[in-house]
């Protein structure tokens, strides 16, 4: 027993005294030449690792740096950078052959930047493609056996990694030439197992998003497109959780949309259509700049095809829902140039208006003061086409069987309520209002107002609202049921009369000024007054007064 303690501590101390001896036995630096080689030549970009040192008891060899360079029609900048690169190898081979076969790699901490051009071509397009600088490189022995030689077509040889990891990394996303500050992503981890350029391998991915959110996503990659790296085929399920809408590279600034969103989906790619569908929940939504965030979360269940080589796509199904209310969004979009343009159709029928309310600030929708839409229906049919920025929507609108709560139109038209006598109260039944709509950088404008207030009779007209919620309407009432009393009818006004009383909104949004228009009333309705031919009308004999001619008995 004593000589087989003894056997096992003199191997032991052997095994000891080699792991300290090996690293200086072999110069491992002698490899930085053919590590930089093979990695310029597999990723179509010059490389280049720090200091080279051997670790026995990890099986690795490691650097204390890397950089790898960018397209050069991108950036003079490094496109990874990273503190330290760590290779695991086979120690045998190395030992007794001084051959290198790489197993493993992990980068720790890169720094990686990824931009995109007006053409929408990304830097990392490129990677694998076997640029003119990588074919420059010194050259250096050919790692054996874990690489194959270069393909004819000219793609750089194949690299099999059993594993490939970066951990603790931020990525910088960013365009060219610049339309904002790049926006950066950190904690970013990658790995991915038995890597090849010619075959599909498993990758899982996880970042830390601007604003505290987080991104998840595991998949299967490849074969790695030898002509256009984003081309690559894909297959993942992907999660974000509490995506600041206002710092997403989606997003431009200038759109001013804000908010938080979760997503849970997939996305799958065969290298030309990627294809993707999932639900949107987005909270404390605002999508135009002077609206404000709505007060209850707002879901999008879609699918969604895009056009990996023209940036363009379709919105195959986009149900757009709020409680009970749901809209139908359709159309297409084009991501080349500097803003998005899209072409869409947003059709709802019969929403409950309950749950739209709070959704309206989001859009830019202010009421009144005080006032709240209560009960009733909403159905509108928009489409808006143009650039984000310059965006054009036109369509129509209606609501039927509504209340504007804490809102007194009769004593808003103080002048027609003289004339009829009648009060609405402090809230506003209305029993359709409907209008076609164009919204557009320059404001909005309504034109086909149709409103039908029981309590009052029918309002018509058309008018403006500007970006800064400044209104100008001319507007007509035609007083019918109970708001028409004995001097509305000696007038001529609602009930069996002809004429209606013209009015105009001024003043803002939030709070409407309505004044009589007594230009038009004094030239349409005083006209309509002294009119014969309607018996029912006291004050047609009148007429005669003015040279008019009485109709032969």
Known sequence: MKTALKVIGIVIAVLIVAAIAVPFLINVNAFRPQIES????????????????????????????????DDPKFSQAPFIQAKSLKVGVELMPLIFSKQLNVTHILID???????????????????????????????????????????????????NVAKLELTDGKLSVGSIPAKRKPVVYDKVNIAVRNFSFISAFPVTASAGLPGGGSLKLDGTAGPINSTDASL??????????K??????????????????ADFDGSLTSDGHIARTNGTLKATALKLVPKGSPAAQPIQLVYTLEHNLQSESGKLLQGDVSMGKALARLTGTYDMKGEMTSIRTRLNGQALPVDDLVAALPAVGVVLPSGSKLKGGTLSLDLDSVGPLDRLVTTGAVKLNNTELSGFNL??????????????????????????????????????????????????????????????????????????????????GLGGKGTGAIPFTIQGTTSDPSFR????????????????????????????GLFGKKKPPK
């Open 516 to 543: 009589p228009d007594i230009k038009g009333m004094a030239g349409s309705q005083l006209k309509g007054l002294l009119q014969g031919g309607d018996k029912n009308n006291p004050l047609g004999g009148l007429t």
């Open 232 to 241: 690559t085929p894909l297959q993942a399920k992907l999660n974000i959780n």
């Open 410 to 491: 009769g004593s808003k038209l103080s002048a027609i309520a003289a004339l009829s006598g009648k009060q609405t109260g402090n809230d506003t039944s209305i029993q359709n209002l409907s209008s076609d709509v164009r919204v557009a950088p320059e404001g909005t404008r309504l034109d086909k107002i149709s409103l039908v207030i029981p309590a009052l009779g029918a309002l018509t007209g058309a008018g403006t609202i500007s970006p800064a919620g400044a209104l100008d309407f001319k507007m007509s009432a035609s007083l019918s049921g109970g708001a028409v009393t004995g001097l509305t009818q000696l007038a």
């Open 243 to 260: 995506l600041d809408l206002s710092q997403s590279a989606l997003v431009d600034p200038t759109l001013g949309i804000t908010g938080s």
């Open 109 to 159: 901490q890169p720094e990686i930047t990824l931009l995109r051009n007006r053409e929408g071509v990304w830097n990392f397009s490129s990677l694998g493609g076997g640029n003119e600088a990588a074919k420059n490189q010194p050259a250096a022995p050919s790692v054996p056996a874990k690489s194959s030689a270069a393909t004819s077509s000219g793609a750089p040889g194949n690299v």
């Open 38 to 69: 093979n990695l310029s030549s597999a990723l179509g970009r010059p490389v280049k690792v720090g200091n080279l040192s051997l670790s026995i008891l990890s099986g690795s060899v490691g650097a204390d740096q890397l950089s790898i360079a």
